[in-house]
């Protein structure tokens, strides 16, 4: 029934009243057991034939404002008078996207200026509605109708415009109790009304509706009318009511348990509010040998998530450290913070006092004895004994003492000191004198530097002013030798 077109042709000509396809085996086994003289029960579960791509549901109710139409417009208001909380929970949580739509007929041109469809219609044959009474001459008349279902949808309009369209709910119960038929309220003075009421924008609203004695289209009735028009999975909007979820028609009874079950088969597994939860809408199959999922007895943990569908097996997140696992046999915690849940399952024990864990926030898994401990680190940490072992405290003079995951080393008098990184013993005395000796050392070594290094500069500076010196006075020296290497050259000729 979700997808008849996958049958064939050849059966679907032959199908005149509401059926169900089954597979040829499952029919089998029901005429086998019909046949056996067995009592056959069927359950038709619709969860799956719905599209459930996330976590939100996109649903559309197309409804009448008419409240004259006997028991199928007294079923319309009884659900909206049930449904209305619902609704307006899951829409102001986001879980839901919801839209209210009317179904609207026009009249043919060859009729437009008949008294039927004058009484009938608005905007000059465009858009109509049946006469509430099914006669002409006493009442309201189907324009009535159109312009209220008008107002509905303007109201929508300018409350999901301001983020609260569940206001709608609030209207259609309140116009259906201040403003019925029956009691000739069925006015658009009423109307405005329970707008101002509800605290809403009567002027928006108003200029929404526009005009409808004007021989033009109104554009939200004609967005309504090409609505009507299926597209997709979805076939086209002839009866009412109709509701659609998640863009497939909802083929149930008009109350609130069925269609809050059809809701919630549109979220995504897991994803869906705890209101499908609820023990009126499905069963918890964790409360059952707890769903075959991993369950931590001792700290009452469980994988097991409960879900509109059934369940899933997802390992925890607890007091914000995440278990990791497969969900079904095993998880474990993981990640910062896990020894604080039941010590990340690795071994702690308590002596005297001091607690000693093989868990380490520092790793995001696994398990390892702490330094002066061996073993396993999950069951058991037994303490290492470093005196017989022979590990430490092995210096001349030493005593060896030991505890419960470490030891103690003592030295031979109270003049020895023990130095636990270099495992030996130390005179407390020859200790500090060594000390304060190589402090000395130290401070006359920077002293000797300091002056060598003053030295150098001295005589480096000296250097550089000697330097300076000789060019300046280079300038001038040249030309006296230059006077005198002439006069010599001048000599030596004249001899020759």
């Known amino acids: 029934m979700d997808t008849p077109e996958s049958a064939g042709k050849e059966h679907l000509e032959n199908i005149t009243v ?88 026009y009249c ?11 009484s009938q219609c608005i905007n000059h044959g465009r858009y109509c509605a049946p006469d509430p009474e099914q006669d002409f001459t006493t009442g309201y008349d189907g324009k009535d109708v159109v312009v209220q279902n008008l107002i509905q949808i303007c109201l929508f309009k300018v409350a999901n415009e301001s983020r609260k369209p569940w206001l709608w709910w609030d209207y259609v119960h309140d116009f259906a109790i201040r403003c019925p038929m029956k009691e000739k309220k ?12 509800l605290g809403m924008d009567i002027d928006k609203i108003n200029k929404c509706v526009g005009d409808p004695d004007a021989d033009e289209d109104n554009p939200v009735l004609k967005a309504e009318q090409d609505a009507q028009i299926g597209h997709g999975s979805r076939g086209d909007v002839t009866i009412l009511p109709t509701f659609v979820v998640n863009n ?29 939860l609820t023990q009126d809408i499905q069963t918890n199959q964790c409360l059952e040998n707890n769903g075959g999922c991993w369950l931590d007895n001792r700290n009452n943990f469980t994988a097991c998530k409960d879900t509109f569908r059934g ?35 690795c071994w702690k024990e308590t002596r005297n006092g001091k607690s000693v864990s093989a868990c380490s926030n520092e790793e995001s898994k696994g398990c390892k004895c702490p330094p002066g401990f061996k073993g396993d ?11 017989k072992d022979k590990l430490f405290c092995q210096c001349n003079g030493c ?25 030996t013993c130390v005179s407390k005395v020859g200790n500090a004198s060594v000390g304060w000796g190589f402090l000395w050392v130290i401070f006359f070594g920077l002293g000797f530097a300091g002056v060598g290094a003053y030295a150098v500069y001295k005589y480096r500076l000296r250097s550089y002013m000697d330097s300076e010196i000789r060019a300046i006075m280079a300038q001038y020296m040249p030309l006296e030798n230059q006077d005198t290497s002439s006069h010599q050259r001048t000599v030596e000729r004249a001899d020759i």
């Open 399 to 423: 005593s060896c003492e030991n505890t419960w995951g470490s030891y103690e080393c003592g030295c031979g008098g109270s003049s020895m000191l023990y130095i636990r990184e270099h495992d």
């Open 377 to 387: 680190g999950i069951h058991s940490c037994d303490d290492i004994d470093e005196c």
């Open 108 to 118: 043919p041109e060859a009729f437009i200026l008949s008294k039927q469809c004058t």
């Open 248 to 276: 497939r028609q909802y083929r149930g009874k008009l109350d609130k348990r069925a269609v809050l079950r059809a809701i919630c088969s549109g979220f995504e597994e897991t994803t869906e509010p705890d209101i499908c």
């Open 18 to 105: 509401p059926s169900a396809l089954v597979s040829k085996r499952f029919g089998d086994d029901l005429k086998t057991a019909l046949e056996n003289g067995d009592m056959v029960n069927v359950l038709l579960d619709w969860r799956e034939s719905l599209p459930h791509p996330d976590e939100r549901v996109e649903y559309e109710f197309w409804t009448n404002s008419n409240d004259e139409c006997g028991a199928k417009c007294d079923m319309q208001m009884n659900f909206v008078r049930s449904f209305r909380g619902v609704a307006q929970l899951l829409e102001q949580r986001g879980y839901t996207q919801f839209a209210p739509h009317y179904i609207t007929w």
């Open 186 to 197: 069925y006015t658009r003075d009423c109307a405005n009304g329970v707008i101002k009421s």
């Open 311 to 345: 369940r899933v097996c997802e390992c925890p997140i607890v007091n914000g450290v995440q278990f990791v696992g497969d969900g079904y046999t095993h998880c474990e915690a993981s990640g910062v913070g896990r020894c604080q849940i039941n010590n990340g399952g």
